[in-house]
């Protein structure tokens, strides 16, 4: 029996469909079999952080309206990974077009036949993210150290609350060390006081991440990424939950401060 | 209650409520009592009556002692008051209600009692009864209305209010929106572990704190109108 994870945050923007798709690779990497989709109906971009946007032929609206005899119709695969699958968004409908019930039942079955979907969520409360919520067992939910992120993913983390399951834990995404130090960014405490739950990850804001996504290549792949090594840390604690979060060192300690004039981008 | 009488009773609006001494043993007094029911039948027979315990802590056996004897008497018991909880879990364990209640509190529900009697700090008791306290932290978008005074063990997050005619008291971070006294009442107060509030009204009177860290002032607070408008003291003296 696999899990059924939301990855979600309230705010657009955030990196939740780059979080999708590197936590999907990711977890490919490590020989897992994998289901990314993209429940942005409507303004599907899954697809193109992944670079399989040429190859898609069914997507997840078709397969709701039974176009397709089996959902495996309209999975695609993923170009370097033989267990990582993709079920697109479709670009020409709205968030209406599928209901609760319908990802409820799809969701069952992947959980047969996966061992982690993921699914990307759109942004907002209203129908696209009461879609994606619908069939999941977990959340994670991707935010950015900045007021209105924390705002909205608070209001969305009260939403999940009311259901009581979700485990709803936090990435703290495109996290800047030194502004942080100039006091110009929340810190991972300030967000920590808000919003009350475990940090699964942080990821720092990196320019290979721009590139990925025109690449079409998860970052998670290049070697030079910090972002993609921040996702091999939330990959490996997703799957064993005692793997330490990254560490980022916000206090003094002259071993930490000459560490960090070492290695000066490190976090 | 010390010098006791092992059983005294007092006719309130609740019904008699018996209340047996602490001291001695529960067996005595319970002898008492019976003695007491037995001399006043008429008064006994068909009212409800609860039992005070003050803080005894009352065993099993002593349990099935009262319900022998209430049921030989044929008295209904409404329910035990009790400070101690050994005694309430027990009672409640056996299908009996149990509520807390302080030393003395029949005798402070009597409808006997003398004015000079009414304890000190009854005239500074805030005038809603009801109080709802929640334990949990209120997210953005979240809202709290009520019509008495609202206590939140938990934080107020930036996004959620909360709406109450009483007064409010965050056992937490205040970030949210808090408006106490909201029928009008200016004597209404708001208080907070982490005072931080986006915005804080009482009654009519609206305060906004600045929202920069610096100003960040540490410890408990309370806020309440004074002079026409907001002030802020810190927590406890006076």
């Known amino acids: 029996m696999g899990k059924v994870y939301v990855v979600t945050s309230g705010k657009g923007g955030v990196g939740k469909t780059t979080a999708t798709a590197n936590i999907g690779a990711g977890l490919a990497q490590k020989g897992k079999k994998v289901c990314v989709i993209d429940a942005d109906i409507g303004l599907r971009n899954l697809d193109l952080i992944m670079g399989l946007e040429n190859r898609i032929v069914y997507n997840v609206v078709d397969v709701l309206e039974g176009k397709c005899r089996n959902y495996r119709q309209a999975l695609v695969k993923d170009k370097r990974s033989n267990n990582l699958f993709l079920l697109a968004a479709d670009q020409t409908r709205e968030k209406d077009a599928i209901k609760p019930d319908q990802m409820k039942r799809l969701c069952s079955t992947l959980r047969e036949d996966f061992d982690y979907t993921l699914i990307d969520c759109p942004a907002g409360i209203e129908q696209g993210f009461k879609n994606a919520i619908a069939g999941c067992d977990e959340a994670i939910i991707v935010t950015n150290p900045e007021v209105s992120a924390i705002r909205d993913a608070d209001r969305i983390i009260g939403l999940l609350e009311a259901e009581e399951k979700f485990n709803p834990r936090i990435v703290l995404n495109r996290y800047k060390k030194d502004m942080v130090k100039r006091n110009q960014m929340l810190s991972i405490k300030d967000v920590q006081d808000i919003l009350g739950l475990e940090i699964l990850g942080i990821v720092p804001e990196d320019e290979r991440i721009l590139k990925a996504s025109n690449k079409g290549e998860p970052a998670i792949f290049d070697r030079n990424s910090r972002a993609g090594l921040a996702y091999k840390r939330i990959v490996s604690r997703i799957v064993d939950p005692t793997y330490p979060a990254l560490n980022i060192s916000e206090e003094g300690g002259i071993f930490r401060r000459l560490k960090n004039f070492l290695s000066k981008d490190e976090v | ?238």
């Open chain 2, 1 to 238: 209650m010390s010098d006791k009488e092992p059983v005294s009773f007092n006719v309130t609006r609740l019904g008699i409520i018996v209340s047996i001494s602490e001291e001695g043993s529960f067996s005595d007094n319970l002898v008492a009592l019976k003695e007491k029911v037995l001399s006043n039948t008429k008064f006994f027979t068909g009212s409800p009556m609860s039992l005070d315990l003050g803080w005894r802590e009352i065993t099993s056996d002593d349990l099935v002692l009262l319900s022998g004897l209430l049921k030989e008497q044929r008295i209904q018991l409404q329910g035990i008051i009790s400070s101690s909880l050994v005694t309430r879990k027990l009672a409640e364990g056996r299908g009996i209600k149990a509520i807390i209640g302080r030393l003395g509190l029949s005798e402070h529900y009597s409808r006997k009692a003398k004015v000079e009697e009414i304890p000190e700090h009854e005239k500074h008791a805030v005038p809603q009864e009801d109080t709802l306290m929640l334990r949990k932290t209120l997210r953005a978008g979240q809202k709290v209305i009520y019509q008495g005074n609202v206590v939140i063990q938990g934080d107020v997050n930036p996004g959620s209010e909360i709406i109450a005619d009483g007064d409010i008291i965050v056992l937490g971070a205040l970030r949210g929106i808090a408006h106490a006294g909201a029928s009008g009442r200016e004597d209404a107060a708001v208080i907070a572990l982490v005072y931080e509030p986006m915005q804080l009204r009482i009654a009519h009177y609206i305060s906004i704190t600045g929202s920069s860290k610096p100003n960040r002032k540490k410890g408990a607070l309370t806020a309440r109108v004074e002079n026409g408008k907001i002030l802020l003291q810190p927590c406890g003296g006076s």
